[in-house]
Every structure is written in C-alpha cells, then in structure tokens.
C-alpha cells in the first residue's frame, strides 16, 4: 500500500524499515527518517498498520490513531470506510504510541483493516485500488467523501413490541432531534405496547428504519433525524428499500454495521447476520 501511494502521491517520500532487530530501534529509525525529511519541516507525518485481535469471521472495520489530529483522523478512517466498505471505527486517541508522539510535525497513525478478520481481509483486497486513490485525493485538497456515508456488513434487526434486548422504557438516540411519534407517527404504533413507556418499543416493527453507529461530526443528530433516508440493499438478491434513521447502534463488538427495522430484513428476505450494504442519504 505505501508503494501504491507513493506513485499516486508525487510529492510523498516513502520509508520501509527493514534493518532493526528490536522494536525500541524499530521505531527510533521510522521516527528518526521521518524527521529528517523536507529538512525538517515536514506538513504530516503518516504511518500505515494493519490490526490485528484474534481470528475471525466478523466484520472488524478500519480505524486511525492520533494525539492532537481528531479531526483530520476521523476524515481519514471515513475515506477508508468508504471506499472499501469496512466498518468506520473512526479515530482513536492514542497517546502512548511513539510514533505520535516522537515526530516533529503532526501525525497519524493507519490501521487499515483487522489482517485476523477474514471479511476485513476480503474487502480489502478488493478495495484495494480504491482505498489507496481515497487516500491519495486526500492530498491535494483534502478531497475526502464527506456528504455521504456507506457501510457493507452484518445486520440483525431492533424495535418495536417484541425487542426484549430493549428495557420498556428505552428511548431512542434521535428521539429529541424528531424521531418520536409526534413528529415521525409513520415510524410508530399509535400506542405504546402495554407495560412500555419508551420510543424503542413503540416504533412499528413493519416501518423502515435503521439504526447505525452514526459519526454525529459527520451527520449531527438533526440532520440524520430530518427527511433524508438511506438506501439498504441486500446484495445476495439485488433486493432494496430506504429507510430512516432512527437509533444508534450496534454496539461494535457485535461485528455488525446496522440494525434494521423486522419490517425491513421480512421485505429484503435477510436473517440476522446476513450481509447489507447501507449508503447515507441516499437520493431516490
């Protein structure tokens, strides 16, 4: 990959560390080149990894580690992610990486996929190409996809009177924004189920909706709660719907990237677990 860059990038210089036989040194001779470039006054400093936790057949997703660069790591984390279709586990604060903290110009460290994952390992591959031109666009005017988000992963569904994984009185992330039944009524029973008091289980199990891990720096609860909708497609079948945002969620461990409407996984013929692709705000 940093070899693909480099003949995207012109003006990027490269560095394989190849000579080391301890870590400490490892690392001193990666920082050591990178602050002798461009007689050290560099722009950035970026330092491309791969992830790994244990083997695995959940999808694990890419992230990007930073010190003072959260947004600029968020950006980057989302170039990736939509470009390949891996989960956005977005930027991470790491101050304990000498990388980071041993550079004389600003940096950011990439973890591009989990290498233990065999979905992450697939998508990367082949997203290979596209990734690397993402983050190559990212050069010369910071040309990341920001007005959208795409996501390809596991899904399992949530809401309405038979979720018991929900407490009765559970509400939902974007209920103040407008998701609520007074402003949203098509999204709810006229009712709560009995022995409820939350939105979570009022929501209509035959309406579609979805519930994602949202970046609200990249779309504020407003936003995700106003009329746009998203696309859900089951690539198995071909088969589509929209769907509004409605929730945070699931939680990241899961290995899923959306939970979706009873409704929604009945009418695209999935089961929990199954494959979807999700691209937010999706224009019909």
């Not at 997203?127 to 959208?148: H, N, R, T």
């Amino acid at each position: 990959m940093v070899d693909r860059l480099g003949e995207l990038i012109p003006e990027a210089l490269i560095f394989h560390e190849n000579t080391a036989t301890t870590q400490e040194q490892n690392l001193k001779n990666i920082t050591n080149w990178h602050n002798a470039q461009f007689d050290g006054d560099a722009d950035l400093h970026v330092s491309i990894h791969f992830n790994a936790y244990m083997n695995t057949t959940s999808a694990m997703g890419t992230e990007c580690l930073y010190v003072t660069q959260d947004d600029l790591a968020s950006r980057v984390a989302l170039a990736i992610s939509n470009a390949s279709g891996l989960i956005n586990r977005g930027s991470k604060y790491r101050s304990d990486l000498w990388f980071l903290n041993k550079t004389n110009a600003p940096a950011i460290l990439l973890e591009i996929c989990f290498v233990d994952s065999t979905v992450d390992v697939e998508y990367y591959q082949k997203s290979f190409e596209a990734i690397c031109q993402a983050l190559a666009d990212m050069v010369p005017g910071d040309a990341v996809a920001e007005k959208y988000v795409r996501a390809i992963g596991k899904c399992s569904w949530f809401g309405g009177p038979d979720d018991m994984g929900v407490s009765p009185s559970e509400g939902l992330a974007l209920e103040a924004e407008g998701v609520n039944p007074e402003n949203k009524p098509h999204l709810f029973l006229d009712e709560s189920p009995p022995g409820t008091t939350g939105n979570a289980r009022q929501l209509d199990p035959e309406a579609n909706y979805l519930a994602m891990r949202w970046d609200y720096q990249q779309f504020s609860k407003k936003k995700l709660a106003g009329k746009q909708v998203a696309r859900v497609l089951n690539p198995r079948t071909g088969k589509h719907v929209t769907a509004h945002p409605a929730d945070w969620g699931p939680a990241a461990e899961t290995g899923r990237c959306c939970d979706l409407s009873p409704g929604i996984m009945q009418r695209l013929s999935l089961q929990t677990d199954e494959e979807v692709e999700v691209i937010y705000p999706w224009s019909q």
